[in-house]
DNA sequence: GATGCTTACCCAATCGATTGGGTTGTTGAC
DNA sequence: GTCAACAACCCAATCGATTGGGTAAGCATC
C-alpha cells in the first residue's frame, strides 16, 4: 500500500489513464463528479477499475493544478488579532474541524489587532487565492471591511460583529446582562467594568449589556467605573488598579470582559490586600479552560467558542455558495464559581 | 491605486505584456529573478516600465500557477498537538512571522497528540503539496517520522526533539536542572515533579533534568513523587491531587513541568488548605504571560518560545535549500517568583 | 435503411507562470 | 568586411486537472 510517494513520483491523472489505456479527461471525470457527471461519462466497469488504481497507487489530484484551472482553491483564510490569545485560539479548532468537514483547508494569520497589519495579511491571504475569509478581528470603525465587500470578497466575520456584515458572535450583551443580573442578586451595588477594547463589538457589547441591565435594575455606575483595557493579563491588572485606586467607595465587585483580563484582576485585588470572592467578587468572559482550575475558581460567561468558530465556517460556505446569510448570535451561559459566590451585605 | 481587483479582474503576466507589447516570458524574468537573469533579459529601460506597470495595476503572481511549473508551493506546513495550548500558540506565531519574512505561507494543523491524527493531517499537508512540514507534536517512538524520511520529505521537529531528526527545542535538561538548583538551595528536600506526558521529550527531558541533578546535589526522590500528567491545567491538578494525598512525608515543593499543570496544581495545594509559596512552593516551565501575572505569581522557566518557532522555519528553510542541518537547543532562564520565594527550613 | 438516441469514451483548449532554447540587431575587434 | 559576442527579446512546451465539445459503435424505431 501506500507506492504514492514510496517510489519518489506523485501519481498523476494521466499515469492513471495510461496504465489503463483510456484518457485522462475521463480518469477526471470518474473520481470528480459524485455520481451525476460520472454517470454517463464511463461504465460502471470502467469507473470501478479506474477507483480502485487511484486507490491503489495512492492518488491524490494536485491541488494546484487543479485551482488554476478552477478558480477555486478550497482555502478559507483566518485573520486573528493573535492566536496566543486562547479565545481565538479555540475558536479557530472550530474553524479547522469545520472547514476539515467541507474539505476546505484554512490559513491563519496573526493581525495584532493593528489595522496596516489586518491589510497587509489580508492582501497575502488574497495573493494566495483563498476562497474566503473569516475576519476575527473586525474593528468596529474598520474601512477595510467595506473595501473588501466593494471588491467583492467572500468573508465573514467572527467573534466580533460589525453592523452591516453577516458575523458568527456571542449574544455578547446577552452575556454582559447575566453578569448584571448575577451581581446585583448578590446584594452588590458598587460595581466597576474592565472593558476591553473599544474598537471591539465583544468588549462594547458586554459592557453595554452589563450597564444597561444594571441600571434598568435601578443601579448606578459611575463614569470612572468603567474603565477600558486591554484584553490581557496585565490590561486586567492595570485597569483593576486604576479602579481600585480612584472608585469611591470601592466597588465589591468586578466584571472584566475577558478571562484574562478578569486573572489580571484577581492579582491586582490580591496586591491591594483584599481576598477575592470575599472582599471583592470577579467574574470574568468566555470561561475559558483555565477558570475554572483556578487557584480561586473564577466566575465567568461561557460563551460557545467552538461553535462560535464552527458556524463562521457554514456561513462563509454559504456566502461561497451564493446564498444570502444571515448573522448568528450564540447564546451564553453563566457560571458563577468561588470568586464571586458569596454575598454582599447591601 | 489598487486598481487590481477594483474591475474584478486579477491581472496575468500576459495582461502586461500584452499592454507593453511584449512577451510574457520577458515580464516573467523581469518580475521573478533578483536581477541576475533580469540583466541580460531585458533593458533596464523596459525593466522599469514593467515593474511601473505591474505596480500600477497592481500585479501578483499567481501562486497555483507558479507553484504548479515549479513545484513549489513556498507553504509550510505546521503540526502541533492544539494551538489552543498558549505554548504552541506562541510557537507558531514565531513561524508565522519568521516565515513571511522568508516569503513563505504556513498552514497549521492540530493533530491532538492523537498518532492517527498526526498521519491524517500530515498526509492532508502533504496532499496540499507543503514544501516542508514543522512538527511539534513528535512522539519519542513514532514510527511516522521514519517513515517521512524514508519518503523524503522535507521535516524538522519543534518544541519536542526525537533522536537523529534536526529539532528546534528548549534546552530542556537544562530547564529542570535550574529548578533543583532553586529549590535546593532554598532548603527543599522534599521534593516532587509533575512530570507531563512521557511521549514528549519537553516533559522526560526536564524531568530527567530536574532528578538527575537533585541526586546529584544528594538529594532524594522516591518513585511516586514523579507522577505523569497530562500538560494542561485539569492535569496538572489530578497530579498534585494524587500527590499531596500519596507522598509521605509530604512535598515542600512542587515543579510542574509546564506553566498550566502548575496552575492546576496551585489549585490542589489551596484545597488542602496550604498556601502556595509559603508551604509548598511551585514551579512551572516555559513563563507564560500568565505566570507573572497569577494571584499568587508563578516561578517558571523561561523559555524561548519565539525563537523556537523562529528557528525551527530557518531549519526547515536550511532543509529545502539542501544544506544539512543541526538541532538547535536554545537556553532557559529561570525567573524566580512569590509561589516559590520562601525558604524551607531543613 | 435512414434517423435518432444512448453509451462510453476521446480531443484539445485552458488556467498562469516558468524556462530552455532560439532569433534578431548592434557593436567591437581584427 | 567579417565574425564573434552580446543585448534584448520571442517561442513554445510544460506543469496537472478540468471541461465543452466531439465521435464511433450499438441499438431501437419508423
Redesign the pocket.
Known amino acids: 500500500m501506500d507506492e504514492s510517494t514510496a517510489g519518489g513520483r ?1 501519481v ?3 499515469d492513471l489513464a495510461s496504465e489503463l ?6 480518469v ?2 470518474i ?2 463528479s459524485g455520481s451525476e457527471v460520472a454517470r ?4 460502471v466497469a ?1 469507473a470501478e477499475r479506474v477507483r480502485e488504481l487511484a486507490r491503489k497507487r495512492g492518488y491524490s ?2 491541488p494546484q ?2 485551482g ?3 478558480r477555486r482553491t478550497r482555502l478559507m483564510g483566518v485573520i486573528v488579532p493573535r492566536l496566543s490569545d486562547l479565545v481565538l485560539a479555540i475558536m479557530y479548532e472550530g474553524i479547522d474541524e469545520a472547514a476539515a468537514e467541507l474539505g476546505y483547508s484554512t490559513f491563519v494569520m496573526n493581525s495584532r489587532d493593528d489595522p496596516e497589519e489586518q491589510r497587509r495579511k489580508t492582501d497575502t491571504m488574497l495573493a494566495r487565492r483563498v476562497d474566503g475569509l473569516i475576519i476575527g478581528d473586525a474593528h468596529l470603525d474598520s474601512g477595510l471591511l467595506r473595501e473588501l465587500a466593494a471588491r467583492k470578497v467572500p468573508f465573514v466575520l467572527m467573534n466580533r460583529r460589525v453592523p452591516g456584515f453577516p458575523s458568527a458572535t456571542c449574544d455578547d450583551v446577552l452575556g454582559g446582562e447575566l453578569v448584571a443580573d448575577h451581581l446585583w442578586r448578590k446584594g452588590h451595588r458598587n460595581v466597576a467594568v474592565i472593558a476591553g477594547e473599544p474598537y471591539a463589538s465583544t468588549a462594547v457589547d458586554r459592557t453595554a449589556g452589563f450597564v444597561d441591565r444594571w441600571r434598568a435594575l435601578g443601579g448606578q455606575i459611575p463614569r470612572n467605573a468603567v474603565v477600558w483595557s486591554r484584553f490581557d493579563t496585565a490590561g486586567g491588572r492595570e485597569a483593576a488598579e486604576i479602579i481600585l485606586a480612584h472608585c469611591n467607595p470601592r466597588p465589591t465587585a468586578l466584571f472584566a470582559v475577558n478571562d484574562f483580563a478578569a486573572i489580571g484582576a484577581m492579582g491586582a485585588v490580591r496586591s491591594h490586600g483584599l481576598s477575592v470572592g470575599r472582599d471583592v467578587a470577579v467574574v470574568g468572559f468566555n470561561d475559558t479552560s483555565l477558570a475554572a482550575e483556578l487557584p480561586i475558581p473564577l466566575s465567568s460567561v461561557r460563551s460557545p467558542m467552538l461553535d462560535i468558530g464552527r458556524t463562521a465556517v457554514q456561513l462563509l460556505k454559504g456566502v461561497l455558495d451564493g446564498r444570502e446569510v444571515e448573522s448568528v448570535r450564540l447564546e451564553p451561559v453563566l457560571c458563577v464559581r468561588e470568586s464571586s459566590a458569596f454575598g454582599n451585605a447591601v
Open positions: 506523485t498523476t491523472l494521466k489505456g483510456i484518457h485522462p479527461s475521463t477526471s471525470r473520481l470528480h454517463g461519462a464511463a461504465s470502467t489530484p494536485d493544478a487543479a488554476l484551472r478552477t
